[in-house]
Each structure stands twice: as C-alpha cells, then as structure tokens.
C-alpha cells in the first residue's frame, strides 16, 4: 500500500500539524507586535509634539 503526504488514513503527520499551527498564528502575533508598535509610535508623537510646543513657550 502506498501512502500519500497525508499518511495512510488521511490525517496530515504531526510534523505538518504543528508547522500549519504556527503559520496560523504567525499572522495573529504580527498584528499584535504591529499594534503595539503603532501604539508606541503615537505615544512618541505625543511626547515629541508636547516637548516642541513646551519649547516654543
């Protein structure tokens, strides 16, 4: 009998389901690092734009 990538009742090897889990969740932990970092940008912005305009007075 041969076996095809599924393995011989179908299912995917456990190596592939491990590797389809994690590209699964490589989106969700890139919007997640991505918001963060958008909220720090604008934290910064905020922080830059008061200095200048304490400056400016």
Do not use: C, W, Y
Request: positive net charge; proline residues 5%; hydrophobic residues 35%.
């Amino acid at each position: 009998m041969r076996m095809g990538r599924n393995g011989p009742n179908g299912n995917m090897p456990n190596k592939d389901a491990k590797s389809a889990s994690r590209f699964k969740q490589h989106p969700e932990q890139v919007i997640e690092e991505l918001s963060l970092v958008l909220m720090l940008a604008k934290e910064a912005s905020s922080t830059e734009e008061f200095l200048r305009l304490k400056a400016i007075s």
